[in-house]
C-alpha cells in the first residue's frame, strides 16, 4: 500500500473552502472525519490541509480536476457540516501539501477562520498559506 499519492503529470485542481460544524455535532467527530477522509485521498490522489477551530472548517484540497470535483460534491452534502462556501478555485502546476493526503491541525485564534470568510481567489489562498505556515503539521 502507497503511503501517499505518487506524483501527477497532469494539471491539478486546487480549492480551497470554509464552512461551520453542524449544530448537535460533536466535536469529536472531526478526528473521524480527517482519519476516514485519509484513506480515501490516498486512494483517490488527492492531497491538502484542514484546520479547525472548534466551530469552522477551513480545508485546502488538490487533485485531479474530476476527481477533486467528485469529492466536493461529497463534501457539499455532508451534514456534519453547513454554510459550505469555496473562497478560492483554480489550476495548479504543483502540489502544495505533496506529503499529505490529508494534514489537520486545530487553531487556537477563534478570530483566524472569520477572517478568512470574508477573502475571496488569490487573496484567501494567501491567507490560507501564511496561516499554515504557523501550523504544526
Known amino acids: 500500500m502507497t503511503l501517499f499519492p505518487p506524483p501527477l503529470t497532469a494539471p491539478l485542481l486546487e480549492v480551497l473552502y470554509v464552512s461551520t460544524l453542524a449544530p448537535g ?8 472525519i480527517a482519519a476516514k477522509a485519509r484513506l480515501s485521498n490516498v486512494r483517490d490522489g488527492i492531497t491538502g490541509l484542514l484546520v479547525f477551530d472548534g466551530q469552522r ?3 485546502q484540497l488538490e487533485g485531479p480536476p474530476a476527481t477533486l470535483a467528485s469529492l466536493l460534491e461529497r463534501i457539499r452534502a455532508d451534514v456534519r457540516h453547513t454554510a459550505m462556501e469555496v473562497l478560492h478555485q483554480a489550476p495548479l502546476m504543483q502540489r502544495r501539501f505533496q506529503r499529505f493526503s490529508l494534514a489537520f491541525s486545530t487553531l487556537e485564534d477563534e478570530d483566524a477562520l472569520p477572517r478568512m470568510e470574508s477573502l475571496a481567489g488569490n487573496e484567501a489562498m494567501a491567507a490560507f498559506e501564511a496561516l499554515a505556515i504557523d501550523l504544526e503539521l
Open 25 to 32: 455535532q460533536p466535536v469529536g467527530i472531526v478526528a473521524t
Open 57 to 59: 472548517f477551513c480545508q
